[in-house]
């Protein structure tokens, strides 16, 4: 449990009633326009949470949601990666150590599952969250170009301006024996 002066935060495994809440703190957080092969939805958590080994935490203060972590064992090919794909905290609640109790949570539950490495992936931009993955292990392994084909028939129209500079570096994390 943490506190912050208030009612303490706890962690606990992701429940159905969770989802409302977690669709909702999500909206809020997710800007998809900046990834837009991904999209924040309902099958996007259920992809997560009805998976054979998911990885899905809540944190609660008070009974209310003010933070999640969603992942699995499901990434691409690899039968021995564990994903670590979605994860939010309520601004009320940064800067308290919720995202990070939720980073270790979902790789620990993952490295109980077989987990051999556990992948996010990080908007090159977005420097708050690849120094909260930094902190717990995780290390930029790759950086993959998004590359977009204009075919709008007017060359000088980029349907996707927010993203002329965006990469999307992929961080590879501990294992169970490196934590």
């Known amino acids: ?23 909702g703190l999500g909206h809020g957080a ?29 944190a609660l203060r008070g009974g209310s949601l003010c933070g999640f972590v969603l992942g699995s064992m499901t990434f691409e090919q690899r039968t021995d ?13 940064r800067g308290q150590g919720v995202a990070g109790k939720l980073v270790t949570q979902c790789r620990d539950r993952l490295a109980e599952f077989g987990a051999t490495a556990v992948i996010t992936d990080v908007e ?6 690849t120094l909260l993955m930094n902190r717990h292990g995780f290390q930029t392994r790759a950086t993959v170009n998004l590359l977009v084909c204009t075919i709008t028939g007017d060359p000088t129209r980029d349907p996707l301006p927010h993203l002329s500079r965006t990469r999307k570096s992929a961080a590879l994390g501990p294992t169970a024996d490196h934590p």
């Open 124 to 129: 090159a931009r977005n420097e708050a969250s």
């Open 30 to 58: 997710f800007d998809t326009a900046v990834k837009p092969y991904t999209g924040w939805s309902l099958s996007a958590v259920a992809g997560h949470f009805e998976a054979s080994r998911p990885a899905c935490f809540v």
């Open 81 to 93: 990666w564990g994903y670590l794909e979605w994860i939010a905290v309520a601004s009320s609640a």
């Open 1 to 23: 449990m943490m506190t912050n002066g208030s009612s303490p935060v706890t962690i606990a495994a992701m429940e159905v009633g969770h989802l409302p809440d977690v669709l």
